[in-house]
C-alpha cells in the first residue's frame, strides 16, 4: 500500500503541478487510424460514471470511472489504456464493464508526459511519450487507482486488472506487483522486449511472481508480439505454481478488440470478451 494518504471525498483535489494533462481526451484519439465502421457505443443507463481527478502520489490524474448505479460494493476492474490514452474507446470498455457489475476505473498513465489529445503520430507518442514513462510511477499509480476505488466503496476482496495493448504490457507488471489483485487479463500485451534504466524488465522476466490467475489474449497474425516468447512467460509461470491461460486467434492481428481501429476483428473480439468476463467470474471478479 502507499505510505502517501488518498484525499478524502469533498477535499480539494491535490496540486497538478507537472502534469501536462488535466482532463481526459474527448471522442477517439487522433493517432490511430480510424475503421469506417461505427465503433460500438454503450449506453449510460442505469450507470453512475464520469471524470474524477484521481490522487496519486505527486498530484491527480485525470480518470474515467463507470459503475453500476445502487449497488454496494462492486467488484473492481481497472482498466489499462492503449498508447493512445483514455479516449472514447477506453470510455466504452469501462461502461461495458458497468453493465456487467463491475466498477471500472481507467487512470490516464501518461498525464505528466505529454497532451495525448492533441498528437496525432503513433511513433512521435511511443518515443517522446511511452518510452519516457517510469514502470515504477505506472504501478504506483495503478496501486492507487486501486487505493481510490476501495476508498469509493468498491470491493476490496474483489479487484482485477484489464489492459489491451501496451496496457497488457503493464497488466503482467501490475499482476506481478500488487497482491490485492484476484484475476488479470491482458489483450496482446508484450511481454519481452527492449529494456532500459526506467523500464528496466519485461513481463516474461517477471513471471515467477504473479499475485493472480492471468489470461492472456492474443492475435495470431500479430507481428508485434511473438507466441515463443508468450508461451516462455507462460512456462515460467507455471513452473513457479502461478496460473496463465493463452488464448491465440488465428485470424486475429494486433489490437483486433479496438472497434474504432481498422485492426477490429468482431467475431474474434466478441470471442475475447467472452473469454475475459468468464475469466473474471470464474475466479470470483463478479
Known sequence: MPEDKLASPGLPPLGRRGFVMTSLITGFTLAAARAQAAPIHTDANGLDLGEVAMPVADGTLPTYFARPAGVANPPIVVVVEEIFGVHEYIKDVCRRLAKQGYFAIAPELYARLADLSKMTD????????????????????????????????????????????????????????????????????????????????????????????????????????????????????????????????????????????????????QAAWAQALAWLRKYDIG
Not at 489492459?163 to 488479470?184: N, P, Q, T
Not at 492481428?253 to 473480439?269: I, K, L, Q, V
Open 122 to 269: 503513433p511513433q512521435e507518442i511511443v518515443a517522446k511519450v511511452i518510452s519516457k514513462a517510469p514502470d515504477a510511477t505506472m504501478l504506483s499509480d495503478l496501486s492507487h487507482t486501486v487505493d481510490w476505488a476501495i476508498a469509493q466503496k468498491g470491493d476490496a476482496d474483489r479487484v482485477a486488472v484489464l489492459g489491451f495493448c501496451r496496457g497488457g504490457r503493464d497488466v503482467w507488471l501490475f499482476a506481478e506487483h500488487d497482491k490485492r489483485l484476484k484475476a488479470a487479463v491482458a489483450f496482446y500485451g508484450p511481454v519481452a522486449g527492449a529494456t532500459s534504466a526506467i523500464q528496466p524488465v519485461n513481463p516474461i522476466t517477471m513471471a515467477a511472481n504473479l499475485n493472480c490467475p492471468l489470461l492472456g489474449l492474443y492475435g495470431g497474425r500479430d507481428p508485434s508480439i511473438h507466441a515463443t516468447d508468450v508461451y516462455a512467460a507462460q512456462a515460467k509461470a507455471a513452473a513457479a505454481g502461478k496460473t496463465v491461460e493463452i488464448i491465440y486467434y488465428p485470424d486475429a492481428g494486433h489490437g483486433f478488440h479496438a472497434d474504432y481501429r481498422p485492426s477490429y476483428n468482431a467475431a474474434d473480439a
